[in-house]
């Protein structure tokens, strides 16, 4: 469910997100800085340049601006290789104008660095490679290839060998630094808002299912007195029609039929609950409630209950909010789908926090991605019995992602380890070896007495 849930939040490329006016823009600030930069070096400095050849890679550059302008809609946006077709002719463009004023003897050649920048921030892996060597094989070959800085005078204004082998090096070291470090930054960045979607698409399918629970619930409940009226008149004129068989009939089936739908609002109440009153609910019943869809999947889940040192033997009554029951469901359902028979989920409390210990008899979570449990998209190759046990698994971590936010927007804070739980031994008699999740609530968070008070008054109707 998690991993649709992501298809769904992440089914469009990312190169989309971007507008063509938006390239068009910076083109012609990089136009605009072009023309100054040659009328200054001129004018100023008179050097003596290759002005029409110059000219004429900027006119080039500005016609096909105007092209783009009339010829897509204002909000077009770029598909993956029309964005890196607009980047590589920015790059080819820029680097014919530094070859015609000096190569790497001028210092505008660092600007290079603008279309690798580009590219690594919105595009893919092999394109921002593509862009990235294109832009070292120029920036060597600028360095031997160029048309030389005269001025008017006729002297060449060159740089020491040295110099120009050091700005090769620097620019090379840059393309390759910022274009891994813009593309690193962004792929994550992108990562996060993919997984922040599908969290989000997760709670809000949680408070749907809990929205259609109340109207059930509260159907039920106004129901309830009407059904047992007609239920009670009915059975007076069952015993009154007692000469009456046809009539009789007639009252024993409105009898029947009340009882019926009494049964299919009881049993509709079921897939609810979130009548004002049922807002909170006894940290044991939350729990349960969250893992009840993986109770009969044939592993064990135990359930065991104690205070703390100092805390009160009458367990906590907890606010019921779907952020906590879905991000549980999912800790549990992770527990199950990797153990090997048993699932154990310890609760404790005390005056000041709430305990949730979620904990399994499987291997474990991978050492080496320890460090790395909670965030989203976490891959990593499977063994073959794993691929046996779980041969639909893509094993993102998106799961436990949406779990660890979604219970962090509680107030817990989450801790993944594996390693022998004592508790279980002592508990149990067995070993609970395997992964182990603590998840803590700080009590005032999620106490139902201490967040607010006891939940209490009229329920209102739904608006819809």
């Not at 783009?68 to 104008?97: G, H, T, Y």
Request: proline share 4%; charged share 20%.
């Amino acid at each position: 469910m998690n991993d649709r849930l992501f298809m769904l939040a992440s089914s469009h490329d990312h190169s989309h997100w971007v507008r063509l006016r938006t390239l068009i823009l910076l083109r012609w600030v990089a136009i605009a800085g072009q023309i100054t930069a040659i009328a200054v070096a001129q004018h100023r400095f008179n050097l003596q340049l290759e002005l029409g050849l110059c000219y004429l890679a900027i006119g080039i550059s500005a016609a096909g601006n105007l092209i783009a302008i009339f010829a897509f809609p204002e909000n077009k946006r770029l598909s993956e290789f029309e964005n890196f077709l607009m980047v590589l002719f920015d790059l080819l463009q820029l680097a014919f104008l530094v070859y015609l004023t000096g190569g790497l003897n001028n210092p505008f050649a660092l600007l290079v660095l603008g279309p690798v920048t580009i590219s690594a921030a919105v595009m893919g892996l092999r394109s921002t490679l593509i862009i990235g060597a294109t832009a070292i094989i120029l920036v060597t070959l600028m360095a031997e290839f160029h048309l030389p800085l005269r001025t008017e005078q006729g002297f060449i204004l060159r740089i020491p060998d040295v110099f120009i082998f050091g700005n090769w090096i620097a620019i090379v070291i840059a393309i390759l630094f910022i274009g891994a470090y813009s593309f690193r930054v962004s792929n994550e960045m992108r990562l996060m808002s993919d997984a922040l979607s599908a969290t989000q698409l997760a709670l809000s399918r949680e408070q749907k299912l809990t929205d259609l629970g109340g109207v059930v619930a509260a159907a039920a409940h106004e129901l309830g007195t009407p059904l047992a009226t007609i239920k009670l008149t009915s059975a007076e004129l069952i015993e009154e029609l007692d000469d009456r068989p046809d009539l009789r009939e007639d009252a024993a089936l409105i009898r029947e039929q009340a009882d019926r739908c009494r049964d299919i609002l009881r049993s509709m109440g079921r897939a609810g609950k979130d009548d004002l009153h049922l807002r909170q609910a006894p940290l044991s019943t939350l729990v349960t409630e969250a893992a009840e869809p993986h109770m009969h999947r044939g592993k064990a889940v135990l359930y065991h209950e104690e205070p703390l040192e100092g805390g009160d033997f009458q367990q906590p009554t907890v606010l019921r909010k779907p952020e906590i029951i879905h991000g549980l469901r999912n800790l549990v359902q992770n527990a199950v789908d990797f153990s090997k028979s048993t699932v154990w989920i310890n609760a404790a409390w005390n005056d000041e926090r709430i305990v949730l210990l979620i904990s399994d008899d499987g291997q474990g979570f991978p050492p080496h991605l320890l460090g790395r449990i909670g965030d989203p998209f976490v891959r990593r190759r499977r063994g073959e019995s794993e691929l046996k046990q779980r041969p639909e698994y893509e094993g993102m971590g998106l799961g436990l992602f949406i779990a660890k936010t979604l219970l962090q927007r509680t107030g817990a804070r989450l801790k993944f380890a594996n390693g022998w739980d004592q508790m279980h031994t002592a508990a149990h008699g067995s070993e609970g070896r395997g992964a182990i999740v603590e998840v803590v609530w700080p009590r005032e968070k999620i106490d139902a007495m201490e967040a607010g008070g006891p939940v209490t008054g009229k329920n209102l109707p739904l608006e819809i």
